[in-house]
């Protein structure tokens, strides 16, 4: 079994508890800047892009969010896997993760909502944090895919990864710490 397919299987075996985006901060200014009311219903927007930080300040980003998380939650090793890559329309940067063995009681919509709200806060632009569903994924597997897309992914989706700043995924020692207990554990 070639290395990533075996990374691919150790992380679609495991359970996780949120599938989440986090992006970088953009401002929406109506087309019409006579009318500032930017709720309006069926308003045209145009995008005003903001300046992206660097990959080194957007990695930052997330291991900043990730800590105010585990003093929220009281914990202190999470278990996640980041991918950072740029967006089909535009290519703008942002982050996929996976985030696994949570508290009990935290994989409410109520703490979706904080760790949201606590992205935004940090200077992040949208969060969406979804429970993880294996049924809506397609299967465990399918979701880690879409997390790990260059490994093992066609030419198409390779060409969104830049090998300066969009090259790794990012796996925590606490999860790699989990899967070498779990792998051992197997294999006695």
Same mark, same amino acid.
């Given at each position: 079994m070639h290395a990533t397919s075996g990374l691919l299987y150790q992380l679609g075996s495991v359970s996780w508890d949120w599938f989440g985006t *986090?992006?970088?901060?953009?401002?929406?200014? +109506? @087309?019409d800047q006579s =009318? +500032?009311? *930017?709720? #309006?219903?069926g308003k045209k927007f145009n995008i005003v892009g903001c300046r992206v930080p660097s990959a080194a300040v957007r990695y930052s980003m997330f291991f900043q969010w990730?800590?105010?998380?585990?003093?929220?939650? =009281?914990?202190?090793?999470? /278990?996640?896997v980041l991918r950072h890559e740029k967006g089909e329309i535009g290519g703008r940067p942002h982050f996929h993760f996976l985030i696994r063995a949570l508290p009990p009681g935290? %994989?409410?919509?109520?703490?979706?909502?904080? $760790?949201?709200s606590r992205w935004?806060?940090? &200077? &992040?632009?949208? $969060?969406? @944090?979804?429970?993880?569903? %294996?049924? #809506?994924?397609?299967? #465990?597997?399918?979701?880690?895919?879409?997390?790990l897309k260059n490994l093992g992914a066609n030419?198409? #989706? *390779?060409?969104?990864? /830049?090998?300066?700043e969009f090259d790794s995924i990012r796996i925590s020692d606490a999860l790699i710490a989990s899967l070498t207990e779990r792998s051992q554990r197997i294999t006695v």
């Open positions: *986090l992006t970088f901060g953009m401002r929406k200014v +109506p @087309i =009318q +500032p009311d *930017l709720l #309006e219903k990730l800590r105010q998380q585990e003093r929220h939650w =009281q914990q202190k090793k999470t /278990e996640w935290a %994989n409410t919509s109520h703490y979706r909502m904080a $760790a949201m935004e806060s940090l &200077g &992040g632009g949208m $969060a969406r @944090i979804r429970r993880f569903d %294996n049924a #809506e994924h397609g299967g #465990e597997k399918d979701a880690v895919s879409y997390v030419a198409y #989706e *390779l060409a969104k990864f /830049e090998r300066d």
